[in-house]
């Protein structure tokens, strides 16, 4: 299948072991069906790809229905294509198409930390512990650029919302894709709370990590 990505679910985290008897953290994601809503091809649409629906809803709007047909989705996200011309329209996708030791990129909302200080938000050092400095630990210093030009530059380093942001993690290693539960595991961390919907793409890294 040349489908380049899949949406997924995050579960949560777990320890697997290898055949060395060494331990990786994984993240669990649970693929659930995804069925290809669309096809775009060159000739069409000036690029290939293919449009996955998955999470079905009786709740779409009548442009929608005559979109995907009598089965609507709740999300649809575009994947890349090496060859559209093998797949149609209604297929159903699932993890077999990632390989074990494939490296994958996976993108999520992050986790929202809401209205955060300098030192959660940017890694800020804080205010020395002595000489009564006694309630400025956290705080960000001084902002401001002398009497020339006498305001704060844009885009300054302060206290503000962190979290909730669109982050893509690269470059994880596909540990375990189980076709039969419909669950992948990658190495490492992936972004998003649990139950978040995450999109895993086909890494074009090759080769191992140093």
Do not use: W
């Not at 994958?104 to 992050?110: D, P, R």
């Not at 704060?152 to 189980?178: C, I, P, Q, S, W």
């Not at 490492?188 to 919907?197: D, E, I, K, Y």
């Amino acid at each position: 299948m040349s489908v380049q990505g899949l949406i997924g679910k995050k579960i949560g985290t777990t320890q697997v072991f290898r055949d060395d008897k060494s331990a990786d953290c994984v993240t669990v994601i649970r693929v659930d069906s995804c069925v290809v809503t669309q096809i775009k091809t060159i000739e069409k649409d000036g690029y290939s790809s293919v449009q996955i629906g998955t999470m079905e809803t009786g709740n779409a709007s009548m442009p929608m229905k005559g979109h995907m047909g009598e089965t609507s989705f709740k999300v649809l996200k575009e994947f890349s294509v090496i060859d559209s011309s093998e797949i149609n329209k209604g297929d159903v996708l699932d993890v077999g198409i990632f390989q074990i030791g494939e490296r994958v990129n996976v993108t999520a909302l992050s986790k929202g930390r809401g209205f955060a200080g300098g030192v959660k938000r940017h890694g800020f050092h804080g205010g020395p512990k002595t000489h009564g400095q006694s309630d400025r630990h956290r705080a960000p210093g001084s902002v401001g650029a002398g009497s020339s030009p006498g305001r704060v530059f844009k885009g300054k380093k302060m206290a503000g919302h962190y979290g909730a942001a669109r982050v893509t993690v690269r470059n994880l290693e596909v540990v375990l894709a189980d076709v039969s539960r419909g669950v992948i595991l990658l190495k490492g961390a992936v972004p998003g709370h649990r139950n978040s919907l995450v999109s895993i793409n086909k890494s074009s890294f090759k080769g191992g990590l140093k």
